[in-house]
T-cell receptor, first 115, second 116 residues
């Protein structure tokens, strides 16, 4: 079955430190990949996306992600986190390449920022 | 408005009652999706509308769940005879599908449903 795995349920990082959130996908073909962020009581905001081409993609709020086909991974990174980055982060995949599709989401990673 | 709008933002109902949740997509977006977000199951895809085509209902958890989209715009998700396990946040998303499925979904803030 198609799936997205985020192995870390919670991550705690000190403000100003670097961040990496892990995401792995399963499928024969490469899906389209996304990272969304959700603050308490809010909907999902798109941080960045990967469709094809350059494997390092830049997003909003200083985030970037790298697609690695050999590892079936799409990890999210930020060089220096801010207290406002505390939120829930979701990795998602669209497995149907022929048209619009429902997304398959990981379970999410809760990011805690220590002062 | 500029974004996806959902109403109500919160809904409390009694077990066995019917509820209707509304989604107003971004203007011009032809695709509309419903998802359910619950503690135990995470984010689950429920149903997808594309233009005036018949919806993809493959994710609906039971026949108590139905959805319609009037005039290719506003959508209503209806849950009949609500059960406590229906308590969740229901998220709506819309998109304008690009070539070869390069499709970016934009989400509303959701409706938090509590079934007592």
């Amino acid at each position: 079955a198609q799936s997205v795995t985020q192995p870390d349920i919670h991550i705690t990082v000190s403000e100003g430190a670097s961040l990496e959130l892990r995401c792995n996908y399963s499928y024969g073909a490469t899906p389209y990949l996304f990272w969304y962020v959700q603050s308490p009581g809010q909907g999902l905001q798109l941080l960045l996306k990967y469709f094809s081409g350059d494997t390092l993609v830049q997003g909003i709020k200083g985030f970037e992600a790298e697609f690695k086909r050999s590892q079936s991974s799409f990890n999210l990174r930020k060089p220096s986190v801010h207290w406002s980055d505390a939120a829930e982060y979701f990795c998602a995949a669209a497995y149907s390449g022929g048209g619009a599709d429902g997304l398959t989401f990981g379970k999410g990673t809760h990011l805690i920022i220590q002062p | 408005g500029a974004g996806v709008s959902q109403s109500p933002s919160n809904k409390v109902t009694e077990k066995g009652k019917d509820v209707e949740l509304r989604c107003d997509p971004i203007s011009g977006h032809t695709a509309l999706y419903w998802y359910r977000q619950s503690l135990g199951q995470g984010l689950e895809f429920l149903i997808y509308f594309q233009g005036n085509s018949a919806p993809d209902k493959s994710g609906l958890p039971s026949d108590r769940f139905s959805a319609e989209r009037t005039g290719g715009s506003v959508s209503t998700l209806t849950i009949q005879r609500t059960q406590q396990e229906d308590s969740a946040v229901y998220l709506c998303a819309s998109s304008f599908p690009g070539l070869r499925g390069k499709n970016i979904q934009y989400f509303g803030a959701g409706t938090r449903l509590s079934v007592l």
